[in-house]
Nanobody
Framework: VQLQASGGGLVQAGGSLRLSCVAS????????MAWFRQAPGKEREFVAG????????NSVDSVKGRFTISRDNTMNTVYLQMNSLKPEDTAVYYC????????????????????WGQGTLVTVSS
């Protein structure tokens, strides 16, 4: 499966952005999806994940209540709605996929995800 992320940009603290990731090449509903991010000089970290049918989501504590992951299987797209953005959210955001029909919470470990998009830069100014 090929992944194409978009929607990044420059936003002031407190603002919002919506990231999109379009998948192609295989049946989208076979895959759990996730967003990761990597800030300069830091490791890539899990942000949020969603099961194949959208029935289960999870997210890292630092974004709970501010970020929402969702998916539209008819559009082969996963979204990350980011509200109340903070300067510490500045990073390159990557979407990822793994083939799974499980309804358990998607794994947070980077190694569990087989497919990656190219990343989109989010910059939050203070």
């Amino acid at each position: 499966v090929q992944l194409q992320a978009s929607g990044g940009g420059l936003v002031q603290a407190g603002g919002s952005l919506r990231l999109s990731c379009v998948a192609s090449g295989r049946t989208f509903s076979l895959y759990a999806m996730a967003w990761f991010r990597q800030a300069p000089g830091k490791e890539r970290e899990f942000v949020a994940g969603i099961s194949w049918n959208g029935g289960t989501t999870n997210s890292v504590d630092s974004v709970k209540g501010r970020f929402t992951i969702s998916r539209d299987n008819t559009m082969n797209t996963v979204y990350l709605q980011m509200n109340s953005l903070k300067p510490e959210d500045t990073a390159v955001y990557y979407c990822a996929a793994r083939q799974s029909k499980s309804n358990y919470s998607p794994p947070v470990a980077r190694v569990a995800w087989a497919y990656w998009g190219q990343g989109t830069l989010v910059t939050v100014s203070s």
